[in-house]
């Protein structure tokens, strides 16, 4: 058989190959069970802040953990009222990461969106954001940021990071100041 007839049957071969793996990466992350945010939810209650141990090379409870970062999680249900997240402003950079059950990330914001000098987040389902909307006054600013959640479960992730180990004690503080409720929409 000459050269010239296999390149379209390695092209195909390589093509399909190609695709099979695309797919496969693609779906994995909707069969696995074990994704980041069970394994996370796993860790403490409900709607209820816990501050993680330091990552250390030996145990992390997160894979890979820096250091010189004070996590703690948020596992939360906001099936039947809202999630508030509070976290004082600081020096060492604070994020909130907003992970959705099933895995992946649907938000993520820095301390630099703070207004008043804090972070004032209200986590809510469609439906309670309708109504929580309804329910503001026409002549008051709004001085929280309202994330729709694209499912009712997940996990907050909310990481303090300092510039170098000796700081690590104000990002724990930090962390330690935040604050993760559920809140009935008035």
Request: charged share 20%.
């Amino acid at each position: 058989m000459p050269v010239t007839r296999l390149w379209p049957w390695l092209f195909a071969g390589l093509f399909l190959g190609g695709i099979a793996h695309l797919v496969s990466i693609l779906i994995l992350p909707s069969v696995s069970r074990q994704d980041a945010t069970s394994i996370l939810r796993a860790l403490g209650p409900i709607n209820t802040l816990l501050t993680l141990p330091r990552s250390r090379p030996q145990a992390s409870v997160i894979p890979f953990g820096d250091p010189n970062a004070a996590v703690a999680i948020c596992p939360f249900d906001i099936t039947a009222m809202p999630l508030r997240i509070r976290a004082p402003a600081g020096d060492t950079i604070l994020t909130l990461t907003f992970m959705q059950g099933g895995g992946g990330i649907f938000y993520s914001l820095s301390d630099k969106a703070n207004l008043k000098g804090a972070l004032d987040v209200r986590l809510a389902t469609d439906d309670q954001l309708q109504t929580i909307e309804g329910n503001d006054p026409e002549d008051q600013t709004i001085t929280e940021l309202r994330i729709r959640a694209p499912r009712a479960t997940g996990v907050v992730l909310i990481r303090a990071i300092s510039s170098e180990a000796a700081l690590y004690p104000d990002a724990e503080r930090r962390v330690a100041a935040a604050s993760c409720a559920p809140e009935r929409i008035q």
